[in-house]
């Protein structure tokens, strides 16, 4: 198995684009999670999934994030407006029902410049 | 609200230097506490679950105690590739979906 893919790697943009996230979770695996990741805040959890349905969202910062999982294969964040505030590097993780251990993605690095 | 809280925020080792790394965690109910290692550039990677007082958990150099109150990880003779950050996380008993909690987490490097 890949292991949870996440794209891009890197992104740099301006402030006020658009920035959409992507995440493939391990085959399998229904539940899913976003953090994000600080030097300030250190690991955050912004929203998760179970079954492909929101969970919990309490985490999201702002309206201006939003998220999707629209099947089992594939989730997005998207953040509309970006600003500098939102560099960070963005997770993904997943889980299988019932287990204990989230498997990470390797992280998205976002610069709003 | 759940927290949880690293100490020391960095550690220092010598090839085979022992130590201890602290989490103390206030929770309404534990279901469980994680401990997660992360290398640079890289996402967590999980290491322990632990559910109640007492219980312990071995994985080569390193081991993983659990009281009410906090937790530890053990790292016995460590080498220059047990160097990385080490993350606790706790999941409360009101949570069944696998919410986690992290610390800020403890930066370990070894030399040789």
Same mark, same amino acid.
């Given at each position: 198995d890949a292991g949870v893919i996440q794209s891009p790697r890197h992104e740099v943009t301006e402030m006020g684009q658009e920035v959409t996230l992507r995440c493939k979770p391990i085959s399998g695996h229904n539940s899913l999670f976003w953090y994000r990741q600080t030097m300030m805040r250190g690991l955050e959890l912004l929203i998760y999934f179970n079954n492909n349905v929101?969970?919990?969202?309490?985490? @999201?910062?702002? #309206?201006r994030f939003s998220a999707k @999982?629209?099947?089992?294969s594939f989730s997005t964040l998207k953040i509309q407006?970006?600003?500098?505030? #939102?560099s960070a590097v963005y997770f993904c993780a997943t889980r299988l029902a019932g287990d204990n251990e989230q498997f990470f993605g390797p992280g998205t690095r976002l610069t709003v410049l | 609200e759940d927290q949880v809280t690293q100490s020391p925020e960095a550690l220092r080792l010598q090839e085979g230097e022992s130590s201890s790394l602290n989490c103390s965690y206030t929770v309404s109910g534990l279901r469980g506490l994680f401990w997660y290692r992360q290398d640079p550039g890289k996402g967590p990677e999980f290491l322990f679950t632990l559910y109640s007082a007492g219980e312990e958990k071995e994985k080569e150099r390193l081991k993983a105690t659990l009281t009410k109150k906090e937790s530890f990880l053990h790292i016995t003779a460590?080498?220059?590739? /047990?160097s990385a950050t080490y993350l606790c996380a706790v999941q409360a =008993? =009101? /949570?069944?979906?696998g919410k986690l909690q992290f610390g800020a987490g403890t930066q370990v490097v070894v030399t040789p």
């Open positions: 929101p969970i919990d969202d309490s985490g @999201m910062p702002e #309206d @999982m629209p099947n089992a407006p970006s600003e500098p505030r #939102d | 460590p080498k220059p590739e /047990d =008993t =009101t /949570d069944s979906w």
